[in-house]
C-alpha cells in the first residue's frame, strides 16, 4: 500500500525557517518524481514545487522561488521541502504527492502556520 | 503560471449531469494533453479522478469522464449522487511546472 506521511510542520514566526519531511512506503520511491502542493485555510490547491527522479532536476513556483527548496534522499525514502524567510501568506497545509505527470498518491497534509 | 480557470460553483439533482470546464491557454492545458482531475472533501486529501485529459484511475466510477477541446478541458459527472459533492480541481502538467485551477464547488441538490 502506498504511504506517504508529512511531518515537521507547526508554528513559526515571520522570517523563520522550518523543514518539512515526507516519508514514503508502498513503492519503490526512487522512480517517481514528487511533488509539494499546498492549500491555504479554505482556498484552493497551490503547486508549490516539483522534483525528478534523482534530485538533480527541481522547479518551484514564483511565489517560493528563492525561499523553499526541495530535495530528496532516495536512500531514505523521504522528500523535504526546505522553507526559509517565511510569510504570513505561506500559512497552509503542505501535501507531498507522488507523481509523473498527474498526482496519483497524496499524504495527509502538514499544517504550517506562520504567525507572529 | 497563472492558475487554470475553473467556475466557482456548480450545482445539480441526483441522477444529472454536470461538467465543470477548466480554461487555460495554449502553454498549458491547450499545450499538452496531460490534464488531471483531483476531488476533495472537506478536511481530506484530494483524490486523482481523471488523468491524461480522459483517462480514469483504477477504482473511479465510470461516471466520472473527462475531455478537451483547445485551451479548455472539463470534466463530466454523470448520474449525479450525493457523495459527488465536493470540490473539484483541474491541473496541467508543463515542462517548467505544475499548475492548478482555482477550484469548483459542487453541490447535489
Known amino acids: 500500500e502506498v504511504q506517504l506521511v508529512e511531518s515537521g510542520g507547526g508554528i513559526v514566526q515571520p522570517g523563520g525557517s522550518l523543514r518539512l519531511s515526507c516519508a514514503a512506503s508502498?513503492?519503490?520511491?526512487?522512480?517517481?518524481?514528487m511533488h509539494w502542493v499546498r492549500q491555504a485555510p479554505g482556498k484552493g490547491l497551490v503547486w508549490v514545487s516539483r522534483?525528478?527522479?534523482?534530485?538533480?532536476?527541481?522547479s518551484h513556483a514564483d511565489s517560493v522561488k528563492g525561499r523553499f527548496t526541495i530535495s530528496r534522499d532516495n536512500a531514505k525514502n523521504t522528500l523535504y521541502l526546505q522553507m526559509n524567510s517565511l510569510r504570513a501568506e505561506d500559512t497552509a497545509v503542505y501535501y507531498c504527492?507522488?507523481?509523473?505527470?498527474?498526482?496519483?498518491?497524496w499524504g495527509q497534509g502538514i499544517l504550517v502556520t506562520v504567525s507572529s | 503560471q497563472s492558475a487554470l480557470t475553473q467556475p466557482a460553483s456548480v450545482s445539480g439533482s441526483p441522477g444529472q449531469s454536470i461538467t465543470i470546464s477548466c480554461t487555460g491557454t495554449?502553454?498549458?492545458?491547450?499545450?499538452?494533453?496531460?490534464v488531471s482531475w483531483y476531488q476533495q472533501h472537506p478536511g481530506k486529501a484530494p483524490k486523482l479522478m481523471i488523468y491524461?485529459?480522459?483517462n480514469r484511475p483504477s477504482g473511479v466510477s465510470n461516471r466520472f469522464s473527462g475531455s478537451k477541446s483547445g485551451n479548455t478541458a472539463s470534466l463530466t459527472i454523470s448520474g449525479l449522487q450525493a457523495e459527488d459533492e465536493a470540490d473539484y480541481y483541474c491541473?496541467?502538467?508543463?515542462?517548467?511546472?505544475?499548475?492548478f485551477g482555482g477550484g469548483t464547488k459542487l453541490t447535489v441538490l
Open positions: 504527492a507522488r507523481a509523473g505527470r498527474f498526482l496519483d498518491y
Open positions: 495554449s502553454s498549458d492545458v491547450g499545450g499538452y494533453n496531460y
Open positions: 508502498g513503492f519503490t520511491f526512487s522512480s517517481y518524481w
Open positions: 491524461d485529459v480522459s
Open positions: 491541473s496541467s502538467y508543463t515542462s517548467i511546472s505544475t499548475v
Open positions: 522534483i525528478n527522479t534523482a534530485g538533480t532536476s527541481t
